[in-house]
């Protein structure tokens, strides 16, 4: 049992042993590294940072999805479903930076489709055991955003950037804007031979030719980035600059981050745009329309459920299904936030894929809720 505080813990731990959750007990001093490495740069902001006496980068609990996922490869248990309560420090516009956070993170379960099904009900379900009324549900799907890019065949330094800004409107609207831009110019600054090298997209040749100019500067190749990073970074850059986006690919994407529905319409008018498209979005569209059908079929009371195409979270390690609850007339500040992030155990040292889906609720914003 998690020994927290808050006017909903005994409910809190009750429902966690319905949902045959571990309590997991995770210190609120945590290494920093994980977070900025998993989370980016962009997480530091929000971070209360310190440092021990050796030096090493710690911080205050910001959350607990990334702690648990290293509990969880420390223990060695497959699967496991984890549930949590407790207090988190994160900087937040307009609200309190200490608040109560609870969750379930589900890894390990390799029925993926059956597992985000099952993360969202279960959101739901507690939401309601903890006294709220009506509710507004938005879903999301990372992988078929992906699978998009990549069926438009679009150049992997584009497909890697746009999916890492997916979520984020405005920078992906300018990233689109610049990748239509038919003015910019390939690079043409560059020496010949490495030219040569990197038009025939030779990795290796490239490394090698860096790691020549790196001695015949008399910089070492083992500190600092290493010629294999250097070199990739380098053809990442010529990539985004060379290529650009026909009319009709843009407006391709665009019609399909238009794409906003309710729940029992998505499917539809998914197939409908991949038809009148002329595209194959394979798997991850099959998923999806599992995971949309498996959904609506639950009979969710006292809520709406919409799919926003344009729905996602600028994290690399969501990989699939994202979700938001929220109350009935709050649009702006969800209760949960949740999604599928297969990628995350691999970036904490996992040496294979490990499934995961889980969700967070911000208990103080729910309290707010069921008080007014």
Same mark, same amino acid.
């Given at each position: 049992?998690?020994?927290?505080?808050?006017?909903?813990?005994?409910?809190?731990?009750?429902?966690?042993?319905? %949902?045959?959750?571990?309590?997991?007990?995770?210190?609120?001093?945590?290494?920093?590294?994980?977070?900025?490495?998993?989370?980016? $740069?962009?997480?530091?902001?929000?971070?209360?940072?310190?440092?021990?006496?050796?030096?090493?980068?710690?911080?205050?609990?910001?959350?607990?999805?990334?702690?648990?996922?290293?509990?969880?490869?420390?223990?060695? *248990?497959?699967?496991?479903?984890?549930?949590?309560?407790?207090?988190?420090?994160?900087?937040?516009?307009?609200?309190?930076?200490?608040?109560?956070?609870?969750?379930?993170?589900?890894?390990?379960?390799?029925? %993926?489709?059956?597992?985000?099904?099952?993360?969202?009900?279960?959101?739901?379900?507690?939401?309601? *055991? #903890?006294?709220?009324?009506?509710?507004?549900?938005?879903?999301?799907?990372?992988?078929?955003?992906?699978? #998009?890019?990549?069926?438009?065949?679009?150049? *992997?330094?584009?497909?890697?950037?746009?999916?890492?800004?997916?979520?984020?409107?405005?920078?992906?609207?300018?990233?689109?804007?610049?990748?239509?831009?038919?003015?910019?110019?390939?690079?043409?600054?560059?020496?010949?031979?490495?030219?040569?090298? !990197?038009?025939?997209?030779?990795?290796?040749?490239?490394?090698?030719?860096?790691?020549?100019?790196?001695?015949?500067?008399?910089?070492?190749?083992?500190?600092?980035?290493?010629?294999?990073?250097?070199?990739?970074?380098?053809?990442? *850059?010529?990539?985004?600059?060379?290529?650009?986006?026909?009319? $009709?690919?843009?407006?391709?994407?665009?019609?399909?981050?238009?794409?906003?529905?309710? !729940?029992?319409?998505?499917?539809?008018?998914?197939?409908?745009?991949?038809?009148?498209?002329?595209?194959?979005?394979?798997?991850?569209?099959?998923?999806?329309?599992?995971?949309?059908?498996?959904?609506?079929?639950?009979?969710?009371?006292?809520?709406?459920?919409?799919?926003?195409?344009?729905?996602? %979270?600028?994290?690399?390690?969501?990989?699939?299904?994202?979700?938001?609850?929220?109350?009935?007339?709050?649009?702006?500040?969800?209760?949960?936030?949740?999604?599928?992030?297969?990628?995350?155990?691999?970036?904490?040292?996992?040496?294979?894929?490990?499934?995961?889906?889980?969700?967070?609720?911000?208990?103080?914003? #729910?309290?707010?809720?069921?008080?007014?």
């Amino acid at each position: 049992m998690i020994k927290a505080s808050g006017k909903f813990s005994d409910q809190l731990n009750a429902a966690f042993a319905d %949902r045959n959750c571990v309590t997991v007990d995770i210190g609120l001093l945590q290494p920093a590294d994980p977070f900025l490495e998993t989370a980016g $740069e962009d997480f530091r902001r929000r971070m209360f940072l310190t440092s021990d006496q050796s030096g090493t980068n710690m911080c205050l609990r910001p959350e607990f999805t990334i702690p648990v996922g290293l509990h969880h490869l420390a223990s060695g *248990k497959i699967p496991v479903r984890y549930g949590y309560v407790g207090t988190v420090f994160r900087q937040r516009a307009g609200e309190a930076h200490e608040f109560i956070q609870a969750g379930i993170e589900d890894l390990g379960n390799e029925n %993926r489709v059956e597992a985000d099904i099952a993360s969202l009900l279960d959101a739901e379900i507690i939401l309601r *055991k #903890l006294g709220v009324g009506n509710i507004n549900i938005l879903l999301g799907d990372q992988a078929i955003f992906k699978a #998009l890019l990549l069926a438009l065949g679009l150049p *992997k330094a584009w497909r890697e950037k746009l999916g890492r800004e997916f979520g984020d409107s405005e920078r992906l609207k300018q990233s689109l804007v610049r990748l239509s831009d038919k003015t910019q110019s390939p690079a043409t600054d560059l020496p010949g031979d490495l030219a040569e090298h !990197i038009g025939a997209d030779d990795s290796q040749a490239v490394t090698r030719w860096v790691a020549d100019k790196m001695r015949a500067s008399g910089l070492p190749l083992t500190s600092g980035r290493t010629p294999e990073a250097i070199a990739l970074r380098l053809m990442d *850059k010529v990539e985004l600059t060379s290529a650009t986006l026909s009319d $009709e690919k843009r407006n391709t994407l665009e019609q399909f981050l238009a794409i906003n529905a309710p !729940i029992e319409d998505a499917a539809k008018i998914m197939a409908e745009f991949e038809a009148k498209h002329n595209l194959s979005l394979g798997p991850s569209f099959e998923n999806l329309k599992a995971r949309l059908k498996g959904i609506a079929s639950s009979d969710l009371a006292d809520c709406t459920i919409r799919f926003d195409a344009a729905f996602g %979270r600028r994290l690399d390690y969501y990989t699939g299904l994202v979700f938001e609850i929220y109350a009935d007339g709050e649009n702006t500040r969800p209760l949960v936030g949740g999604g599928r992030y297969d990628h995350l155990m691999s970036f904490l040292g996992a040496e294979s894929t490990v499934p995961a889906i889980g969700f967070s609720i911000s208990m103080d914003r #729910l309290e707010r809720v069921v008080a007014s």
